[in-house]
C-alpha cells in the first residue's frame, strides 16, 4: 500500500448514505486514513464503536432555510459526491441538466414486525407497472424472536403516462403521511398469506418518494472529483439494485485510487471506466421495467388472473427476461460465483483493516 509510509490525500466525501460511507470503509480498509464525511442529515450521526484518531470523521450540517448553514470550510486531495439523486455537485457539472426525469409513479414505505409469513424469508412481488406492492423481511434478530420485520412498498402511478411534465414532486422524505393517500387502491390485495390492507393500517409511520432517475452522463470524474452512487447513476428502485451498485462503486474507487494513488485524476477516470458503462446500462433497463416486466406479462396476458404462471408466460420466456437482467446487472450465477472464488481471503492478502471499530465523530455542526 504505497500511502501506509508516506503523506496521503485528505479524502472528502459528500453525503452518509450507503454509497458514502461504503466508500469511507473500503477506503480505511485499504489504509487511507484522512477521510472526512459530510452529511446534512443529521438523523444519521449514529455510527457504531470508537476511533483513533486521524481516521474518519464525520461533520453533520444541518441546513435551515430561515438562517445561513455554518458549513466548514475544508479543502482536500479528493473529493467524492455521492449527495444523491439531487446532487449538488452534479449540478454544478451539468449546469442544464434540469431535476430528475419522474416516472409519474410515487412509492410509500413502511416496516413493521409481525409473525412471519410463507417461508419467513420470502418475498412478495406483485401487480404491475401502475399498481405494485412489494414486501421482504430484513431482520435476523426478529427471525431469531420468531418473528419478520416487514419492509414493503407500495406504488401507484399518480401522473398519466402521456403527461409532458417529468418534474418530480418534492414531498418531504423525513416525514410520515397519512395512509390515506394511497391505501384504498390496495384494500382487497391479499398475496403470500399477507393482507396488504392489514400491512399498510398497522405500520405506525409511512414515508413517500417520487419514483425517479436520471439520464445518464457520459462522465463522472473530473480532476480531483467524481460521482459515486445515485448522483453519478440514479435509477429507478427495480431489480434491487440501487444500494449494491453504489456499493460496487465504493468498492471500485477504493481499489483505482490504491492502484494509482500517484495519480489522482487518472485513478478517478479508471474507476469511471469501470462502473459508468454498466450503471448506465442498468439505469435505461430499469427504466424500461426490467425483471419487473414479468409481472406485466402476466398482467397483460391475464388480467382476471391464473392458476399456473407457466399458462400464461412459458417457462423459456420467463427465464429468458430473468437471465437478461441478470446479465446487465452483473447477477449471473457463475460471474458471481467466480468472483467470490477470486476475492476470498482477499482482506488477509492486501492486510486491509477491519471495519469495526473505526468511526471517529465531529458533533453536529449547526
Known amino acids: 500500500m504505497p500511502f501506509l509510509n508516506g503523506p496521503q490525500p485528505r479524502i472528502i466525501i ?15 480498509a485499504q489504509g487511507f486514513t484522512d477521510i472526512h464525511v459530510f452529511e446534512q442529515d443529521s438523523t444519521a450521526s449514529e455510527f457504531p464503536g470508537s476511533s483513533p484518531p486521524n481516521t474518519i470523521t464525520a461533520h453533520f450540517v444541518r441546513r435551515n432555510l430561515a438562517v445561513p448553514a455554518d458549513i466548514p470550510s475544508m479543502s482536500g486531495g479528493v473529493l467524492i459526491a ?33 409473525a412471519p409469513y410463507l417461508t419467513g424469508a420470502s418475498m412478495v412481488w406483485a401487480g404491475h407497472a401502475d399498481q405494485k406492492f412489494i414486501a421482504y423481511p430484513i431482520s435476523e434478530r426478529s427471525k431469531k424472536n420468531g418473528k419478520s420485520l416487514i419492509n414493503w412498498i407500495a406504488e401507484l402511478r399518480v401522473r398519466s403516462r402521456d403527461d409532458p411534465d417529468l418534474t418530480p414532486p418534492k414531498p418531504d422524505c423525513t416525514k410520515s403521511v397519512p395512509k390515506e393517500k394511497f391505501a384504498g387502491p390496495f384494500e382487497k390485495w391479499q398475496c403470500g398469506g399477507l393482507s396488504m390492507k392489514q400491512l399498510i393500517s398497522d405500520t405506525e409511520k409511512v414515508y413517500e418518494y417520487p419514483m425517479s432517475d436520471r439520464d445518464p452522463v457520459d462522465r463522472w ?79 397483460e396476458r391475464a388480467p382476471e388472473g391464473f392458476k399456473n404462471v407457466y399458462d400464461v408466460i412459458p417457462k423459456d420466456e420467463l427465464e429468458e427476461v430473468g437471465a437478461k437482467y441478470k446479465a446487465i446487472a452483473g447477477f449471473e450465477r457463475d460471474a458471481v460465483n467466480e468472483k467470490a472464488k477470486t476475492t476470498e481471503g482477499i482482506a488477509e492478502r492486501k492486510g486491509l483493516k477491519s471495519p469495526q471499530k473505526w468511526v471517529g465523530q465531529a458533533g453536529g455542526l449547526s
Open 14 to 28: 459528500a453525503g452518509a448514505g450507503i454509497g458514502g460511507l461504503s466508500a469511507a470503509l473500503a477506503l480505511h
Open 82 to 114: 455521492a449527495d444523491g439523486i439531487n446532487s449538488t455537485a452534479r449540478r454544478l457539472l451539468y449546469p442544464n441538466e434540469g431535476p430528475p426525469s419522474f416516472s409519474g409513479r410515487m412509492l410509500w414505505r413502511g416496516c413493521i414486525e409481525q
Open 221 to 299: 470524474s473530473f480532476g480531483r472529483l467524481t460521482l459515486l452512487g445515485d448522483s453519478a447513476h440514479a435509477m429507478y428502485p427495480i431489480g434491487s439494485n440501487g444500494a449494491s451498485q453504489a456499493i460496487l462503486d465504493a468498492e471500485a474507487v477504493a481499489n483505482c485510487l490504491t492502484e494509482q494513488s500517484d495519480d489522482i485524476p487518472a485513478a478517478l477516470l479508471k474507476y469511471q471506466g469501470i462502473r459508468l458503462p454498466p450503471t448506465s446500462k442498468i439505469v435505461m433497463a430499469n427504466r424500461a421495467n426490467g425483471p419487473d416486466q414479468v409481472l406485466q406479462l402476466a398482467h
